[in-house]
């Protein structure tokens, strides 16, 4: 079967703030097309895209579901998006790859901010974007208040082509604004609208935001202008075209309205889908990176050679690797071979499909602007390129936001290190934004994410899927320990035991170096009195103790050794001898050198709504924070703060409940400061009584 021409396709992203409704839109959409043969819930799980378990538990969506339907001749790739701000990946991927943006808005709540966030990046990739404004049944629902959030939030050209019928549990139907028709909805059928006069109550408002509509519609247009501005009319395929090129450059964004869960208005939005949004066709080249980091266009050109972008891959214990793509020129086929551009190797392609949900129909072969999937690919991964002969070209990496919520983990069962590493590094290749390291400082194996739902959802998949269970427990704070004086102090180790003994003798001085220098040894012995062959002994002495620290049990820094004297004994002296030697000496001079705790201080950056900044700054004042600035970031405001680590640990849950979950952040590393002197005896106090828990905290 051939491939569908670039200029019959459409691909588009459900996107918006978590429980706007964006998955009960897809399956109106998927049951009014003729997909599905029933409404799906999201409550009970029976959604062709929350498919995984874990979603139907949290009745949410965690991964990004492609789908594919046939409309009006059109084939229409539509793909389901987390709205939760942990999964952002897969919303950023989805975005890189279609065409256009539905933002689904929740209409009591309005504009939210990670659909503020989403719009932004919407608008970096040039996208088109509509905007469905749903649960107008809700309770406090309201059409024109959300319209009037999202001309403050994107400007006004976000113009309504409908306005609904009824409020709240009464709405029942929508008013199109091209045509001055209405539809009232009966029941959750498919083609339940029925076409009916506009009610006399509305008619007047009905009017005023046609007439809204029309003002942005001739912008696109200076004949249009001149003919609208005269009075002429303008006949509904002019005033489509004009609407079509003002969303495909970005300069009109309509607004349509509806109740999913009921399957109201959702007919009305997929004739948007395929009479509004462009086609790849439409939207022409696409920019992509040379071997030098030069621009160059993609033309979608079913003649030209073959490059395909992996914008997202699945972890399938069963079937190895699950591969979805969007191909932007040449032809992809199944049975074929072909060159992954970014890591420089071969690939055969097996069996191409065509994701609906969980299931996967087999295809033949994909054209310019279509999205498919494959499996079982050896190397390729999420960011690579396919292409059909030897060529560097490839896309700019995802800016994705860097994790800031770490936990230590470990196999809950002895013997299973292996199993837990390998199931935690498949799903890192699913997920780009989940850091798995071995923390040097502490020794501990971390996974950090976004959030702790989102390590929590990470942990829930190993063991779903790869049988690997782990144990999560709050990271130890990486403290440092170091020197304020200098000190001096006498090692010496003797030890005989009726042979040979052991003897090893030194003295050292230590003093505070310059932040940043580390450990310095300086070997200041003369006249032979520790033979030359056992001074790195001394040294590894130092070092050892050192790492394991004298105050707390954390890793010293910023200490210079000078070994300036000792004794050795001609038969007992060793190796051993010394480098114990060493340890006792520098144990002793730490001990008069005025130790103290050093711990790390992040910097964040807060992204919370006015009205909550006020609970959210008194929160980091009672964390030690040291809040730096605040700058208004559309309808939040932007907190800068320098915080301690050790009590941000659990800040992610903390801030979700100060901000009803309409906060967020990020964090990174800045520097080092002082232990206040209360907090440090604390953990020296717990580090000694040998409280594992209190040490990590």
């Avoid at 939760?84 to 309005?110: P, Q």
């Avoid at 083609?191 to 506009?198: F, L, M, S, T």
């Avoid at 696109?220 to 303008?234: F, V």
């Avoid at 959702?266 to 030098?292: C, I, Q």
Wanted: proline share 5%; aromatic share 6%; with cysteine.
């Amino acid at each position: 079967m051939p491939h569908n021409p670039p200029d019959r396709i459409r691909n588009v992203a459900l996107v918006g703030h978590r429980g706007s409704g964006k998955t009960s839109l897809a399956e109106a959409i998927l049951f009014e097309s003729g997909v599905v043969n029933r409404l799906g819930r999201v409550e009970d799980g029976s959604t062709v895209c929350d498919f995984e378990d874990d979603e139907q538990e949290r009745g949410m969506s965690i991964g990004a579901a492609v789908t594919s339907f046939e409309h009006d001749g059109r084939k229409v790739n539509m793909i389901d998006t987390p709205g939760e701000s942990s999964f952002i990946a897969d919303t950023l991927a989805a975005l890189r790859i279609v065409d256009a943006a539905v933002f689904v808005v929740n209409g009591v709540m309005g504009v939210e901010v990670h659909t503020e966030r989403l719009w932004r990046r919407a608008d970096e990739q040039g996208l088109a974007r509509l905007v469905f404004v749903n649960m107008l049944d809700r309770e406090r629902a309201d059409f024109f208040r959300s319209l009037d959030s999202l001309k403050t939030a994107f400007g006004q050209h976000v113009v309504a082509t409908e306005i609904p019928i009824g409020s709240e549990h009464e709405m029942r139907g929508v008013i199109d604004l091209i045509d001055m028709t209405a539809f009232e909805y009966e029941g959750e059928e498919r083609g339940n609208a029925k076409q009916v006069e506009i009610p006399d109550a509305l008619r007047a408002q009905a009017e005023e935001y046609r007439e809204k509509l029309m003002d942005e519609v001739a912008e696109n247009s200076d004949e249009l202008m001149e003919r609208y501005l005269e009075g002429e009319e303008i006949s509904h395929d002019e005033i489509v075209a004009a609407l079509k090129k003002g969303v495909t450059e970005g300069h009109l964004f309509p607004v349509t309205c509806g109740v999913a869960t009921r399957n109201l208005g959702t007919n009305r939005l997929l004739e948007a889908l395929v009479e509004d949004v462009p086609s790849p066709a439409m939207r022409g080249a696409v920019a992509a990176l040379d071997a030098d980091g030069e621009r160059v266009e993609i033309e979608p050109d079913a003649s030209g050679d073959l490059i395909a972008y992996v914008f997202k891959t699945t972890a399938d214990p069963y079937t190895g690797r699950i591969n979805m793509l969007r191909v932007y020129a040449g032809e992809l086929k199944s049975d074929s071979h072909v060159q992954n551009a970014v890591q420089r190797s071969k690939e055969r392609i097996g069996q191409l499909a065509a994701p609906e949900g969980k299931e996967m129909t087999p295809i033949d072969e994909l054209g310019p602007g279509d999205i498919g999937a494959v499996a079982k690919l050896r190397e390729t991964r999420a960011g690579d390129v396919l292409a059909g002969k030897d060529t560097a070209i490839r896309f700019p990496p995802l800016a994705l936001p860097a994790p800031v919520m770490a936990f230590a983990y470990e196999p809950k069962s002895k013997g299973d290190e292996e199993k837990a590493a390998s199931a935690v590094r498949r799903l890192t290749e699913e997920d780009p934004t989940l850091d798995v390291h071995r923390d040097p400082e502490t020794g501990e194996q971390i996974i950090a994410g976004l959030s702790q739902i989102h390590v929590e959802v990470i942990v829930d998949r190993m063991k779903r899927r790869f049988g690997a269970e782990i144990e999560l427990h709050p990271p130890r704070v990486p403290y440092l320990e170091t020197i304020r004086k200098p000190a001096k102090a006498h090692g010496r180790y003797k030890k005989q035991t009726g042979g040979r003994g052991q003897f090893g003798d030194c003295r050292i001085e230590i003093e505070p170096a310059q932040t940043g220098e580390g450990f310095e040894f300086v070997n200041a012995i003369k006249g032979g009195v520790i033979p030359g062959g056992f001074i790195p002994a001394v040294e590894k002495g130092i070092v050892e103790a050192m790492a394991a620290g004298v105050l707390a049990g954390y890793p010293m820094k910023d200490v210079r050794v000078r070994l300036f004297d000792g004794q050795h004994h001609s038969v007992d002296s060793s190796e051993m001898a010394f480098k114990i030697a060493g340890s006792m000496a520098f144990k002793q001079a730490v001990a008069e050198a005025d130790a103290y705790l050093l711990e790390p201080i992040m910097q964040m950056t807060i992204a919370v709504p006015e009205d909550v900044v006020g609970d959210v700054i008194g929160d980091l004042n009672s964390r030690r924070g040291r809040p730096l600035g605040m700058e208004p970031k559309g309808s939040a405001t932007e907190i800068k703060a320098e915080v301690p680590m050790a009590e941000v640990l659990d800040y992610a849950p903390d801030l979700r409940a100060i901000t009803g979950g309409r906060g967020d952040y990020t964090m990174e590393f800045l520097r080092y400061e002082e232990v206040p002197g209360h907090i440090a005896q604390k953990v020296v106090a717990e580090a000694k009584a040998g409280d594992e828990r209190g040490v990590k905290a």
